[in-house]
Antibody
Framework: EVQLVESGGGLVQPGGSLRLSCAAS????????MSWVRQAPGKGLEWVSI???????YYADSVKGRFTISRDSSKNTLFLQMVSLRAEDTAVYYC???????????????WGQGTKVTVSS | SYDLTQPPSVSVSPGQTASITCSGQRLGSKYICWYQQKPGQSPVLVIYEDRKRPSGIPERFSGSNSGNTATLTISGTQAMDEADYYC?????????FGGGTKLTVL
């Protein structure tokens, strides 16, 4: 079965760190573009980071310098290392697979169930 | 930074046509995707490359994109279509989502 399963969320104090994992099955993570998207309580979707199949990474300005996206091919898993966490980082974090359409347009075709991160003292 | 603007809410009667817009500068020069998200669930891709439907998405979902506006159209709207809808585009190597539109079927 093709799926994404996130883990690693939880309650952390401001300034703390957390590492999220996204285990993939049914496809090879390193062959695809992969991304993290978050959703604060009652709010819309916010893109966080992307890693291309070649390894290049990009980040939203709101997390640049604090979050690091990576992957482990041996575990077929995507990660998001988060440091210096702030209250505004509180959200459900989704990992998502990105596919390329026939016209070279890219789309988030598969999403995990999400893992909740709460930053609070 | 690039912004995508959606109306916060749209209402439609069952069986009628719902149209949800997404506006952005020169949006027609970019590919647009649309995602449906029901309460407590993960987003689901319903339209990609402006007008294409992924496998399993009903034909009543369609899309268009021209000028500064993209539109998601749901024909013969059903109660099960009540959800939040998000447009999404690429701005160089970053991703932008619209603020989302709550579709109410009443």
């Amino acid at each position: 079965e093709v799926q994404l399963v996130e883990s690693g969320g939880g309650l952390v104090q401001p300034g703390g760190s957390l590492r999220l994992s996204c285990a993939a099955s049914g496809f090879i993570v390193s062959d695809k573009y992969m991304s993290w998207v978050r959703q604060a309580p009652g709010k819309g979707l916010e893109w966080v980071s992307i890693i291309y199949s070649g390894g290049t990474t990009y980040y939203a300005d709101s997390v640049k310098g604090r979050f690091t996206i990576s992957r482990d091919s041996s575990k077929n898993t995507l990660f998001l290392q988060m440091v210096s966490l702030r209250a505004e980082d509180t959200a459900v974090y989704y990992c998502a697979r990105i596919i390329r359409g026939g016209n070279s347009g890219y789309a988030f075709d598969m999403w995990g169930q999400g893992t909740k991160v709460t930053v609070s003292s | 930074s690039y912004d995508l603007t959606q109306p916060p809410s749209v209402s439609v009667s069952p069986g009628q046509t719902a149209s949800i817009t997404c506006s952005g500068q020169r949006l027609g020069s970019k590919y647009i995707c649309w995602y449906q998200q029901k309460p407590g669930q993960s987003p689901v891709l319903v339209i990609y490359e402006d007008r294409k439907r992924p496998s399993g998405i009903p034909e009543r979902f369609s899309g268009s994109n021209s000028g500064n506006t993209a539109t998601l159209t749901i024909s013969g709207t059903q109660a099960m279509d009540e959800a939040d809808y998000y447009c999404q585009a690429w701005d160089s190597d970053t991703v932008v989502f619209g603020g989302g539109t709550k579709l109410t079927v009443l």
